[in-house]
């Protein structure tokens, strides 16, 4: 393991203006939409970061051809172009590996819930035996709702993994489904992440009858990405309807070839906002979308309730706007913080700056990220001398962080991108494997040294 990395602090207010690569999110459920359209799809300005890489890595594998553009059009930014699977297993059940006839294909999901949640309908799809497995932090995540579900819709899930008793349901598992997917109507128990209910509904059109999936259980969580699919689905012709609360519908259909641009992970600009937040300082970023399915929407709202100034400019177009976070001179805790899923380790870190009382409610969900979220904060928090602990959905922090030291990352971007925030306002911050922020967001090192050099 390299040795830790010296989180640089603010001597300074920290003032600049920043932009981030494109959305996670919206690279995947792209990427895995062009492998199953009806011809050749273009995405530009994808991400370029592990969990895109092990996405488009686990398309080839599948069968899609991908072709990497330099500049698309002449616009200077980068493209994708992706050749969509063969699915004739579908209509030949004969055909169990058509394509090389001989070892099943592996993917690789890493430690990426968009790769292993998502990939096991279209590995069906494709008629093969297909074998997933991962890093051993995501053989701890929780993969049930979603194989089950697939096992209802008459897919074959077998493996060490594979759901039965005293297995809920994990990698490593193999899919097979050498008819393809009839779809239909199924439940499933999507409570634990709105993934398992993402990756039914993104392959479903190209089930035969399609699938209508209704959630039993307590809510899901991070319904925003439950939105973004159908949006992206729906965007792309196809015919999308929610009859009901947790009950979403997808008609089956062709997916016609497509081109797309992706907007920027506003998830990831979640800490390059908060350093301005958190230092008084002002920090802008151009090209934020107006409308958009992301989460990371929802900054507009959570920074100001921690007292920052969020104010925005139209651009030409009128599609995006100009943002400028401006930070006040002493944060101030909201009190409660609702379901902020994926956000919630970089608003953690507002609320281990601030005096008074924060609680998290509603993130119980958190424990099968790429780490125990809510046990990560509450120790890393301590460890640098606030007070905070569990709740059962959540966690509170009672007091600030008094001093610095080694803040733990656990293979956790968000948890390494947390303490380079802290570090911003207290000294002899460093943070453990800063190179885990390559799952979304490889240039972070380097774009956060930028950021807070030029405002020295
Ligand atoms: O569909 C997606 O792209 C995601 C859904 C969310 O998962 P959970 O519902 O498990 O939080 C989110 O946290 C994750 O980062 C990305
Ligand atoms: C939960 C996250 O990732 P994943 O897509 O691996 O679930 C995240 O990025 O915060």
């Known amino acids: 393991?390299?040795?830790?990395?010296?989180?640089?602090?603010?001597?300074?207010?920290?003032?600049?203006?920043?932009?981030?690569?494109?959305?996670?999110?919206?690279?995947?459920?792209?990427?895995?939409?062009?492998?199953?359209?009806?011809?050749?799809?273009?995405?530009?300005?994808?991400?370029?970061?592990?969990?895109?890489?092990?996405?488009?890595?686990?398309?080839e594998t599948l069968g899609a051809r991908v072709e990497r553009i330099a500049d698309w059009q002449g616009s200077g930014e980068p493209a994708v172009r992706v050749t969509p699977?063969?699915?004739?297993?579908?209509?030949?059940?004969?055909?169990?590996?058509?394509?090389?006839?001989?070892?099943?294909?592996?993917?690789?999901?890493?430690?990426?819930?968009?790769?292993?949640?998502?990939?096991?309908?279209?590995?069906a799809l494709t008629?093969?035996?297909?074998?997933?497995?991962?890093?051993?932090?995501?053989?701890?995540?929780?993969m049930g709702a979603v194989l089950e579900g697939l096992a209802a819709l008459g897919v074959t899930i077998t493996g060490e993994g594979a759901p039965g008793p005293g297995n809920a349901g994990y990698l490593p598992f193999t899919v097979e489904s050498p008819g393809g997917i009839d779809g239909g109507e199924i439940t499933i128990d999507a409570s634990g992440s709105s993934q398992f209910v993402s990756g039914l509904l993104l392959a479903a059109p190209r089930f035969r009858r399609g699938l209508t999936l209704r959630h039993a259980g307590s809510s899901v969580p991070s319904l925003e990405h439950v939105e973004m699919t159908l949006t992206v689905l729906s965007e792309?012709?196809?015919?999308?309807?929610?009859?009901?609360?947790?009950?979403?519908?997808?008609?089956?259909?062709?997916?016609?070839?497509?081109?797309?641009?992706?907007?920027?992970?506003?998830?990831?600009?979640?800490?390059?906002?908060?350093?301005?937040?958190?230092?008084?300082?002002?920090?802008?970023?151009?090209?934020?979308?107006?409308?958009?399915?992301?989460?990371?929407?929802?900054?507009?709202?959570?920074?100001?309730?921690?007292?920052?100034?969020?104010?925005?400019?139209?651009?030409?177009?009128g599609e995006t706007v100009t943002l400028t976070v401006r930070g006040p001179k002493h944060l101030v805790s909201p009190g409660t913080v609702d379901g902020t899923a994926e956000l919630t380790p970089t608003v953690a870190a507002l609320a281990a700056l601030c005096e008074g009382e924060t609680t998290f409610t509603s993130v119980q969900h958190l424990r099968g990220h790429e780490t125990d979220r809510l046990a990560a904060l509450v120790a890393e928090i301590r460890r640098l001398g606030g007070e905070a602990e569990e709740t059962e959905d959540g966690f509170r922090v009672f007091s600030p962080i008094t001093h610095g030291g080694l803040v733990r990352s656990y293979a956790d971007h968000r948890m390494a991108t947390f303490g380079a925030v802290l570090g911003l306002v207290m000294d002899d911050v460093e943070v453990e494997d800063i190179g885990c922020t390559s799952k979304t967001m490889p240039e972070f090192p380097e774009l956060w040294r930028d950021l807070v050099e030029s405002s020295q």
């Open 85 to 123: 699977l063969r699915l004739e297993a579908v209509t030949d059940p004969a055909a169990a590996d058509p394509a090389t006839g001989g070892p099943a294909p592996q993917i690789d999901c890493g430690l990426a819930g968009t790769v292993m949640r998502f990939l096991p309908a279209v590995a």
């Open 1 to 59: 393991m390299p040795s830790p990395w010296p989180a640089p602090t603010a001597g300074a207010p920290v003032c600049g203006q920043v932009s981030v690569p494109a959305s996670k999110s919206l690279t995947n459920r792209y990427l895995l939409l062009a492998a199953l359209a009806a011809g050749p799809s273009v995405v530009v300005n994808p991400l370029e970061s592990r969990d895109s890489r092990l996405m488009l890595a686990a398309l």
């Open 236 to 317: 792309l012709g196809l015919t999308v309807s929610s009859p009901e609360p947790y009950t979403w519908r997808v008609e089956p259909g062709p997916i016609e070839a497509f081109t797309v641009r992706v907007e920027p992970d506003l998830s990831n600009a979640g800490p390059f906002l908060c350093a301005a937040a958190v230092t008084g300082g002002e920090v802008t970023m151009r090209g934020w979308p107006k409308h958009s399915t992301q989460i990371g929407r929802r900054w507009t709202q959570i920074l100001p309730e921690f007292g920052a100034e969020v104010t925005t400019a139209e651009e030409p177009g």
């Open 127 to 142: 008629g093969r035996v297909v074998h997933f497995d991962g890093d051993p932090e995501a053989r701890v995540r929780p």
